[in-house]
């Protein structure tokens, strides 16, 4: 039996959350034990470690990165 | 013929002979001296005359020396006058150069200076912008996110995976 640790937003509700272990079984297969784990600092998305594997698919990561690249042009174009 | 008489004969003879002693007297005692006194004058008024000209060709010699010497003096001058103007004028010109080359300078300078701060400018209040609108971004997705956002992002991931 393997396991997966979901983090997702506290919002985030059962039904979304049971689509994604759907999904997750789907693609990994049907031994995966999947543990919820609620952090109230996520705003939305899900991030997953499965298999010493780190998935993100966080929506703070996808800003973070957006932030990263916007600094990163300006100091390009400077 | 009243002179050839015998008694008239011996009056002209005495006058002949009166005649030729005066012309004689006379040229010795007159007409001589006279005739010295005049050569003399005249090798006097020659003399004179040689000295004047010499005196002339001496004087006509020494003001085409003095003209000479001021057509030198006039050109010297002038040579001069045209040393000192154009070496002002060199100067001058080197002085504008200079300053021109100084303002170029200083108005590159400043040039540079500005736009280095125009674009630090942007760059800070670009950064600003997007710093800003990522914390909105956060601040409104915070309260946005529904549970269909999520199931998006659920389908993009296992999309992305190859599902």
């Known amino acids: 039996m393997r396991s997966c640790i979901i983090t997702v937003s506290p919002a985030m509700g059962n039904e979304t959350y049971d689509y994604l272990v759907s999904r997750v079984h789907a693609r990994f297969g049907e031994d995966v034990a999947c543990t919820r784990v609620n952090d109230a600092e996520l705003l939305g998305g899900f991030y997953m470690e499965l298999d010493g594997t780190v998935y993100d698919m966080t929506v703070n990561t996808r800003l973070d990165q957006a932030k990263r690249a916007f600094d990163a042009e300006r100091t390009v174009d400077a | ?163």
């Not at chain 2, 030198?72 to 001058?92: G, Q, W």
């Not at chain 2, 500005?114 to 400018?121: Q, R, T, Y």
């Not at chain 2, 912008?129 to 549970?147: F, H, P």
Request: hydrophobic fraction near 45%.
């Open chain 2, 1 to 163: 013929m009243d002179l050839l008489k015998p008694e008239m004969l011996g009056d002209v003879i005495i006058n002949i002979i009166n005649i030729l002693i005066l012309f004689f007297v006379t040229k010795k005692l007159l007409y001589q001296p006279v005739k010295k006194y005049l050569t003399a004058r005249r090798e006097k008024e020659l003399a004179a005359l040689t000295d004047a000209e010499q005196s002339r060709a001496e004087a006509e010699e020494a003001k085409a020396r003095y003209d000479a010497l001021v057509k030198d003096a006039e050109t010297e001058k002038e040579r001069i006058l045209a040393d000192a103007k154009r070496e002002a004028k060199e100067n001058a010109d080197e002085i504008l150069s200079g300053a021109k080359r100084s303002a170029a300078a200083l108005l590159e300078d400043a040039q540079r200076t500005a736009d280095a701060e125009k674009a630090k400018l942007m760059q800070d209040a670009h950064r600003e912008i997007g710093q800003t609108a990522v914390a909105l971004s956060g601040k409104i997705l915070g309260r946005e996110v529904s549970d269909a956002d999520n199931r998006r992002l659920i389908d993009d991931f296992f999309k992305h995976l190859g599902d």
